[in-house]
């Protein structure tokens, strides 16, 4: 037996201590970071529910039960003891706990302790929690030794929730376990094929398909493409790096003027040579310019060992230069930026063989840094990010379309040259700059290489790009099992795909990246109706998760790129939401991308309400950066981007939609959290749209449900994005021009019915509104006596916020809201407001909140107001949030005792010592600046955010 402290429950009551047994009585008796999920549940509902004791010590010893089938053989009656009501009870107490608190610590207890459990009682825990990467690991190993069991009660969770993983899975389960489907009784056979019948669509003739899907290239030996051989020179370009005076500049005088380097200047060059662990013989060597040799530099201990290149810039030139461009790349650390800027601006084009090795070793980083240096030496390094590096492929991409001459004058003999490895890697660069419109850019590179050139380019050009396939065909990995995905359905003939056609789109995808698909793919999309790709997709992408997400096969998880809708959207985005905190961070960034790729409204819509409002700081600003780039792309503003990705979802002019069941007809209108509301013909508010009755019309009845049901799915996740945005265009004081105005509110039949509930302002430069207004139903402008309001064409329009209305005025159109029974959707009128003590003012911190504590969780929701968690530190350590208080101004909170990223139990309390108000990028006491320049509403809206987080305060 073993005591432990049991951690404070989620109410914040201490409780007393309660014996634990543990796996082990050898193991050190030490509080785990989170109590395993029995006791977290025993917690959680000690004042609400009778104890349900689970005594651990009975789960150390092995059941008694019959001698255990071997794995791959069982029967449908595979012993296991009778499951008691307080068991079940237990089971599902933790299923809850385990959804409430989804930590990766506790996932990992819960599924220890579930496979202590006999299979009956395990095996609807794993089934339920089998999105999980260890719940599917356990439910894998459960299905070796208790196939026919299993496969059973996936059959029946299949049927009855309509799971497609459930049913995928399942059928998987039978394919690969024959024996199991033999062992199962008649009617559980019964059962299984009426799970089949379910997935059954009727398939189409070969002569149905298209060619491609029938033979395509890779079948029975690929067709060979006579590309031409040239020996041809290398031509010499010249090296430049494009920077402006100011830039130069800027690059050489922060580092070079750093405290850290001015306190050692008084050091030999000796001194730092030996830093670099560079011999006697290598430093007589570099302090006479010449480069280094094997073995001037002694090896680190150990590999994690490395230099920063700020070393280079205490050493005198001949031999920082000698060093720089000499010293092993792989024993410089990474992240050092401005150092390597820095010896670029002393330097100059002399230290580009420096940078071109060490962005050979580290791509990503070192492309980026060179975006505006113009060297051959860095399009071999380019060429091999672009195909190989997933990570570095952003920087590959940004400096190949910066510098595509030199791109295409360097790869283009590599294309045409006799080294295999080479040439595969150019030819992809190449044919990559030409599908992105590079095409007068090639013709001007081969020209420079004579006329064999320009004819061998030619016939690159004129290459059946369906012939373009990788040396070496992938080989499906084990999750993809053809009838276990939904067919894709042809458009002509609704007849769904074979097998056969389904491995073939399979390997398209497989031979796919999201930036560059396979060709093949085009002619799938053009074959076959887009929702049934969909859910293929979806499929495979499911199979994928329960293999335990293979980054090898990610290529099944892009396929939601290639092939996915607007529903894909809506359903990835909760996944994208919850990785960081499932320690699958990189999963969610590449989640992004996918919605980038679908492209859809929703799908940016759903990708811009992550940019705008997610506690996962790393994975926000990734979405804000994918938002930027397609708001760059269309010369617009990440805001003015995000007034055109509000779908209108097919309403009519006056915001609401017609639902039609025949003899009986229904209106849906919004109310003022965009949530749907439905109205008979005589305007009879009802409780959700009826039942089709037996007068109804069937076909009318089948298209209006789903219809109804999509409309609420759409119209809450637009809700979680527009009201906290326009609530935050307040508070930000954002202006819309006239015409934007019109188009992009007024105009539109769902952003209306939310702003008819605001109060807007005219604003004539950066003072108070000059006119008031609100928006009638029918789209009219009124005054708070309802009078017509005119908005002239070169008017600035803003959501008004409190501080800027006299009290009369707020007063009137209170008023006039109330009378009309209108709801605003966040406060506007009745906003509470605050200002500053007068040494408050003077000073750069205020401490009016000093020794409050609050939950961890309330601070992370801060995130919902506008502001930003800080820095993540070593072991995910953050410890103050910040919010932007003007031009280059931040408002810092700092936390005591500070947090965990994805671990907000770790520390469950946060004291707040201070608010401090400094310039952006500054941290200490240097930047600091007093509160008093700023605005009333901007210091309104700080003391604001903090006096309702106040509110929330717990006892220490």
């Given at each position: 037996m073993r005591w432990c402290r049991v951690p404070e429950c989620p109410s914040g009551r201490n409780q007393e201590r309660r014996r634990v047994t543990y796996e082990s009585s050898r193991r050190p008796c030490r509080r785990p970071r989170d109590e395993p999920a029995a006791e977290i549940a025993q917690q959680q509902t000690q004042r609400r529910a009778p104890l349900i004791r689970l005594d651990t010590a009975r789960t150390n010893r092995k059941p008694m039960r019959r001698s255990e089938p071997s794995p791959g053989t069982g029967t449908a009656e595979d012993a296991s003891p009778p499951q008691t009501a307080a068991h079940d009870g237990a089971s599902k107490l933790l299923l809850e706990v385990l959804r409430s608190a989804p930590s990766r610590d506790n996932s990992l207890k819960f599924n220890a302790l579930i496979k202590r459990m006999p299979a009956s009682q395990s095996l609807p825990l794993l089934v339920?929690?089998?999105?999980?990467?260890?719940?599917?690991?356990?439910?894998?190993?459960?299905?070796?030794?208790?196939?026919?069991?299993?496969?059973?009660?996936?059959?029946?969770?299949?049927?009855?929730?309509?799971?497609?993983?459930?049913?995928?899975?399942?059928?998987?389960?039978?394919?690969?376990?024959?024996?199991?489907?033999?062992?199962?009784?008649?009617?559980?056979?019964?059962?299984?094929?009426?799970?089949?019948?379910?997935?059954?669509?009727?398939?189409?003739?070969?002569?149905?398909?298209?060619?491609?899907?029938?033979?395509?290239?890779?079948?029975?030996?690929?067709?060979?493409?006579?590309?031409?051989?040239?020996?041809l020179p290398a031509l010499v370009?010249?090296?430049?790096?494009?920077?402006?005076?100011?830039?130069?500049?800027?690059?050489?005088?922060?580092?070079?003027?750093?405290?850290?380097?001015?306190?050692?200047?008084?050091?030999?060059?000796?001194?730092?040579?030996?830093?670099?662990?560079?011999?006697?013989?290598?430093?007589?060597?570099?302090?006479?310019?010449?480069?280094?040799?094997?073995?001037?530099?002694?090896?680190?201990?150990?590999?994690?060992?490395?230099?920063?290149?700020?070393?280079?810039?205490?050493?005198?030139?001949?031999?920082?230069?000698?060093?720089?461009?000499?010293?092993?790349?792989?024993?410089?650390?990474?992240?050092?930026?401005?150092?390597?800027?820095?010896?670029?601006?002393?330097?100059?084009?002399?230290?580009?063989?420096?940078?071109?090795?060490?962005?050979?070793?580290?791509?990503?980083?070192?492309?980026?840094?060179?975006?505006?240096?113009?060297?051959?030496?860095?399009?071999?390094?380019?060429?091999?990010?672009?195909?190989?590096?997933?990570?570095a492929r952003t920087a590959a991409i940004a400096w190949m379309t910066a510098h595509p001459v030199t791109t295409l004058t360097t790869a283009l003999p590599?294309?045409?040259?006799?080294?295999?490895?080479?040439?595969?890697?150019?030819?992809?660069g190449v044919r990559w700059l030409l599908s992105q419109g590079f095409g007068a850019e090639a013709q001007q590179a081969a020209a420079r290489h004579g006329s064999e050139m320009a004819r061998a380019l030619q016939a690159l050009q004129e290459t059946d790009p369906l012939q373009v396939l990788p040396s070496r065909m992938p080989r499906f990995a084990g999750f993809f099992v053809a009838p276990s995905l939904s067919r894709p359905v042809l458009r002509h003939g609704g007849t769904g795909?074979?097998?056969?056609?389904?491995?073939?789109?399979?390997?398209?995808?497989?031979?796919?990246?999201?930036?560059?698909?396979?060709?093949?793919?085009?002619?799938?999309?053009?074959?076959?109706?887009?929702?049934?790709?969909?859910?293929?997709?979806?499929?495979?992408?499911?199979?994928?998760?329960?293999?335990?997400?293979?980054?090898?096969?990610?290529?099944?998880?892009?396929?939601?790129?290639?092939?996915g809708n607007d529903e894909t959207a809506h359903r990835l985005t909760p996944f994208i939401r919850e990785w960081p905190g499932e320690s699958a961070h990189q999963r969610a960034v590449a989640g992004l991308d996918l919605l980038a790729a679908i492209g859809s409204d929703i799908a940016l819509m759903h990708l811009n309400g992550i940019a705008c409002k997610l506690k996962f700081k790393g994975l926000q600003d990734r979405a804000r950066d994918n938002i930027d780039a397609r708001a760059e792309a269309r010369a617009l503003t990440a805001d003015e981007l995000a007034d055109r990705l509000v779908p209108d979802l097919e309403l009519d002019a006056r915001g609401t939609l017609q639902l039609d069941f025949g003899p009986r007809q229904f209106r849906v209108h919004f109310d003022a959290a965009l949530k749907p509301c439905v109205q008979d013909a005589q305007g009879m508010r009802l409780k959700d749209l009826p039942r089709p009755g037996p007068q109804d019309d069937a076909a009318l009845t089948h298209a209006a449900a789903p219809r109804f049901r999509q409309l609420k799915k759409d119209a809450r996740a637009i809700a979680g994005v527009q009201i906290p945005r326009m609530e935050m265009a307040m508070v930000r004081r954002r202006?819309?021009?006239?015409?934007?105005?019109?188009?992009?509110?007024?105009?539109?039949?769902?952003?209306?019915?939310?702003?008819?509930?605001?109060?807007?302002?005219?604003?004539?430069?950066?003072?108070?509104?000059?006119?008031?207004?609100r928006?009638?139903?029918?789209?009219?402008?009124?005054?708070?006596?309802?009078?017509?309001?005119?908005?002239?064409?070169?008017?600035?329009?803003?959501?008004?916020?409190?501080?800027?209305?006299?009290?009369?005025?707020?007063?009137?159109?209170?008023?006039?809201?109330?009378?009309?029974?209108?709801?605003?959707?966040?406060?506007?009128?009745?906003?509470?407001?605050?200002?500053?003590?007068?040494?408050?003012?003077?000073?750069?911190?205020?401490?009016?909140?000093?020794?409050?504590?609050?939950?961890?969780?309330?601070?992370?929701?801060?995130?919902?107001?506008?502001?930003?968690?800080?820095l993540?530190?070593?072991?995910?350590?953050?410890?103050?949030?910040?919010?932007?208080?003007?031009?280059?101004?931040?408002?810092?909170?700092?936390?005591?005792?500070?947090?965990?990223?994805?671990?907000?139990?770790?520390?469950?309390?946060?004291?707040?010592?201070?608010?401090?108000?400094?310039?952006?990028?500054?941290?200490?006491?240097?930047?600091?600046?007093?509160?008093?320049?700023?605005?009333?509403?901007?210091?309104?809206?700080?003391?604001?955010?903090?006096?309702?987080?106040?509110?929330?305060?717990i006892d220490p």
């Open positions: 339920e929690w089998m999105t999980h990467k260890e719940a599917r690991a356990a439910l894998d190993k459960l299905a070796r030794h208790h196939p026919a069991a299993t496969l059973k009660y996936m059959t029946e969770h299949a049927l009855a929730s309509r799971s497609h993983l459930a049913r995928s899975w399942a059928v998987r389960l039978a394919l690969g376990e024959p024996a199991a489907l033999k062992a199962l009784t008649s009617a559980e056979q019964e059962r299984f094929e009426a799970l089949l019948s379910s997935m059954k669509v009727e398939e189409a003739a070969p002569e149905q398909l298209p060619p491609l899907l029938r033979q395509p290239p890779w079948v029975n030996g690929r067709a060979s493409i006579e590309l031409p051989t040239l020996d370009l010249p090296e430049t790096i494009r920077w402006t005076l100011a830039d130069k500049a800027s690059a050489a005088s922060g580092p070079l003027t750093s405290a850290w380097r001015l306190q050692r200047l008084d050091r030999s060059a000796a001194h730092w040579l030996a830093a670099l662990r560079i011999t006697p013989a290598g430093q007589a060597r570099v302090m006479g310019g010449e480069a280094l040799q094997e073995g001037d530099v002694e090896l680190p201990q150990h590999a994690f060992d490395a230099e920063v290149p700020d070393l280079v810039l205490l050493l005198p030139d001949p031999a920082a230069l000698a060093v720089w461009n000499s010293y092993p790349s792989s024993l410089w650390c990474t992240g050092r930026g401005d150092a390597i800027r820095a010896i670029l601006a002393k330097h100059g084009e002399a230290a580009l063989p420096g940078l071109a090795a060490y962005a050979q070793r580290h791509a990503a980083e070192g492309l980026a840094l060179a975006i505006d240096v113009d060297s051959a030496r860095l399009v071999p390094t380019a060429l091999h990010a672009l195909h190989h590096f997933k990570k590599l294309a045409f040259g006799r080294d295999g490895t080479q040439r595969s890697l150019a030819q992809h795909l074979p097998d056969s056609a389904m491995e073939h789109i399979g390997t398209m995808l497989a031979i796919s990246r999201l930036d560059s698909p396979y060709p093949g793919l085009a002619i799938v999309k053009d074959a076959c109706t887009p929702t049934s790709l969909a859910e293929f997709a979806w499929d495979l992408f499911e199979a994928w998760m329960s293999a335990g997400a293979p980054v090898k096969e990610a290529w099944a998880f892009e396929a939601l790129g290639h092939l202006r819309w021009s006239a015409g934007d105005f019109r188009l992009f509110i007024l105009d539109h039949p769902l952003m209306r019915q939310l702003c008819t509930r605001l109060v807007w302002g005219v604003y004539e430069g950066a003072g108070a509104p000059a006119r008031y207004f928006i009638e139903e029918d789209a009219i402008l009124v005054d708070a006596q309802d009078a017509r309001a005119d908005l002239p064409d070169d008017a600035s329009v803003g959501i008004a916020h409190v501080l800027e209305m006299p009290q009369p005025m707020q007063a009137a159109f209170g008023q006039r809201l109330g009378d009309c029974g209108i709801v605003q959707p966040f406060r506007q009128l009745g906003r509470e407001t605050f200002i500053l003590k007068d040494a408050e003012s003077a000073d750069s911190e205020i401490r009016r909140f000093a020794g409050k504590t609050v939950a961890t969780a309330s601070v992370m929701g801060l995130v919902d107001r506008g502001w930003r968690r800080g993540v530190e070593d072991g995910g350590y953050v410890g103050w949030y910040s919010k932007q208080a003007g031009e280059g101004l931040e408002v810092h909170l700092e936390l005591a005792p500070g947090m965990v990223v994805g671990e907000p139990d770790f520390q469950p309390r946060q004291r707040l010592p201070s608010l401090v108000l400094r310039r952006a990028g500054t941290s200490g006491f240097d930047g600091r600046v007093k509160f008093g320049g700023l605005d009333r509403i901007t210091v309104s809206e700080v003391l604001r955010d903090m006096a309702l987080l106040a509110e929330a305060a």
